[in-house]
Structure formats: structure tokens, C-alpha cells
């Protein structure tokens, strides 16, 4: 499903609606941003990461940036969600984009 860029930035509360209403699984992103965040993620086409980080430090960096506990957010099921198990050593500057 391709979305516009500003549907994409303001489910990912990079803007405000101006108008209407958001919503991620039945919560709307202005009025439970942080319970509607914890449901969806956003990386930009030309994204400004620390890129000493591996796969997994960096999930567990962004988990508790969204405010994910970090007993959470070192669990290990977001590397098997994510696909990325097998990749969890290799810096994330190694990775596709795509």
C-alpha cells in the first residue's frame, strides 16, 4: 500500500493534521500519540542515524526513545519481527534501504 508523504508525516506525528482525524489501530495520533506510535515505525529516504550502531543496539535505542521499557525493548522478538535476527551484529550502515 503506498501512502502520500504527508498521510506517512502525520501518522508518524512529523505534522499536525490540520483537519480531520489520524489514527493508528484505534488510536489517534494527536490525541494517544505514544500508544499509537508504539505501533508503527518511520525511517525517512535519507535518514540521519548513529551509524556505529548495530541492528540490535539500535532497535533497543529507538524502543526507548518511543518510552518502550528497556527490559522490552532488549527482547529479542523485535529482531524476529523485524526479519532481522540473522543481522542483529552488523552495523546498520551495512543494510539496504529497500
Same mark, same amino acid.
Given at each position: ?13 512529523? &505534522?499536525?493534521?490540520?483537519?480531520? #482525524?489520524? =489514527? *493508528? ?7 494517544? %500519540?505514544?500508544?499509537? !506510535? ?20 539500535? &532497535?533497543?535505542?529507538?524502543?526507548? #526513545?518511543? =518510552? *518502550? ?7 529479542? %522478538?523485535?529482531?524476529? !519481527? ?17
Amino acid at each position: 500500500m503506498v501512502l502520500e508523504t504527508t498521510t506517512l508525516k502525520i501518522l508518524v506525528d512529523l &505534522l499536525k493534521p490540520d483537519r480531520g #482525524l489520524a =489514527g *493508528i489501530h484505534g488510536r489517534g495520533v494527536v490525541s494517544e %500519540r505514544v500508544k499509537a !506510535l508504539r505501533h508503527v515505525a518511520y525511517i525517512p529516504e535519507n535518514p540521519i542515524l548513529p551509524q556505529n550502531l548495530t541492528v540490535k543496539e539500535f &532497535l533497543e535505542f529507538i524502543a526507548v #526513545l518511543r =518510552g *518502550i521499557d528497556a527490559s522490552e525493548a532488549k527482547d529479542l %522478538r523485535y529482531l524476529d !519481527l523485524f526479519r532481522l535476527a540473522e543481522e542483529k551484529k552488523s552495523l546498520i550502515s551495512t543494510l539496504s534501504r529497500v
